[in-house]
């Protein structure tokens, strides 16, 4: 009767395969795997042929490095705790001049990349000149250079190729060092979707396509997606509500008229976002709407063809995460990373 959170490993292998035959990829596992799950969710693009992992967090990148002995595994946050970097060899992210300038003995023996500011303002070098000094210290490995743009999802392409012609000018100064430098990486899912792979960069970097979501704005039908997580509870309970009743805390839900309630097991406890209440739920392939969304429950309006025990669909192919995008919900990774997926029972289905 609890909410069920339903993973299909296979589209996630179908979708890093397919983006694999286009560009190599540095798949993007940070937060558990956009919520999917780093074991499962790296399982899957290993068997899809991905072989380099990229993480914001120490902890998950020891754990992906427990899966797997071979596998390139990137840190994009900065870490000083050199001796687990060492240990579990992850390639570490410089993050600026100054944290170089005051960690350099420690950097020595370490795998290293270097981030590019760019405008997206949050890590990085601010420029070439800057990125050349660590370059030319011939005492540490460092393998790849990467940026991360800020205005790929933007509609307004302008900022956008500013900040692209920015990074390429970075690279174009520092051209003399690339040919060594085996991860060049900048495009997320939707720069990606907007230029293909970038001349001049060996990687992509994605997160949400290859979790199966396009960007919404960029629509290539050339790039399949395939939503890799159902979401769905059960009709618990059928209530009826006389014209002019309530229903729900602070009579959160007015009957105008004689009433036919759903109490279906999945709420806000299980991260249901607030704003997903707003748009119907799908029971026995009719779509009725969300009345009242509650901690452990959510009031759908239903009519007399739904009984207890009924599937109660959230999130599937047709209640797509995309689908709620465009209409406003917010982007796929708030969508997926408000689920609590402890409370739900949780499935691969294949
Ligand atoms: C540094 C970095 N690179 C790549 C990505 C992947 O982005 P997307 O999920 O849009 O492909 C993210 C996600 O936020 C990120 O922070």
Redesign the pocket.
């Given at each position: 009767m609890t909410a069920q959170f339903m993973l299909s490993k296979k589209r996630l292998t179908d979708q890093a395969v397919d983006l694999s035959s286009i560009a190599p990829v540095i798949a993007?596992v940070?937060n558990d795997a956009y919520n999917h799950g780093l074991k499962d969710a790296f399982e899957s693009f290993y068997a899809g042929g991905i072989r380099s992992f990229?993480t914001?967090s120490l902890k998950e990148a020891v754990r992906l490095r427990s899966f797997n002995q071979e596998i390139m595994i990137l840190l994009?946050d900065p870490s000083t705790d050199f001796e687990t970097l060492k240990k579990y060899s992850i390639t570490l992210t410089i993050p600026s001049l100054s944290f170089y300038h005051k960690h350099k003995e420690d950097l020595k023996g370490l795998t290293l990349q270097l981030v590019f500011k760019n405008k997206l303002n949050r890590l990085g070098f601010n420029g070439s000149s800057e990125m050349k000094a660590v370059l030319e210290e011939s005492s540490l490995t460092i393998n790849g250079l990467w940026t991360?743009f800020a205005f790929a999802?933007d509609g307004d392409s302008d900022r956008y190729t500013h900040e692209v012609n920015a990074w390429k000018h970075v690279l174009q100064e520092l051209k003399d060092y690339l040919p060594s430098l085996p991860y060049i990486h900048a495009q997320?899912?939707?720069s990606f979707y907007r230029d293909g792979l970038m001349p001049g960069h060996t990687h992509i970097?994605?997160?949400?396509?290859l979790y199966g979501t396009r960007p919404i704005d960029q629509p290539h039908a050339h790039i399949h997606s395939r939503q890799a997580v159902r979401v769905d509870a059960s009709v618990v309970e059928v209530t009826r509500v006389k014209a002019g009743d309530s229903a729900g805390y602070s009579a959160a839900f007015k009957a105008t008229k004689d009433t036919c309630l759903a109490i279906c097991s999945i709420g806000y406890g299980n991260g249901l976002l607030k704003e997903r209440a707003h748009f119907p739920v799908a029971i026995n392939g009719n779509l009725y709407p969300i009345r009242v969304l509650m901690m452990s429950h959510l009031l759908v309006e239903v009519d007399e063809t739904v009984s207890i025990g009924d599937h109660v669909i959230l999130y599937d192919d047709s209640l797509s995460f995309e689908s709620f995008t465009r209409q406003g919900i917010g982007a796929f990774?708030e969508q997926m990373a408000a689920f609590n997926r402890d409370t739900f029972s949780y499935q691969v289905i294949d």
């Open positions: 993007v940070k990229a914001t994009l991360h999802y997320n899912s939707a970097r994605v997160g949400a396509l990774s």
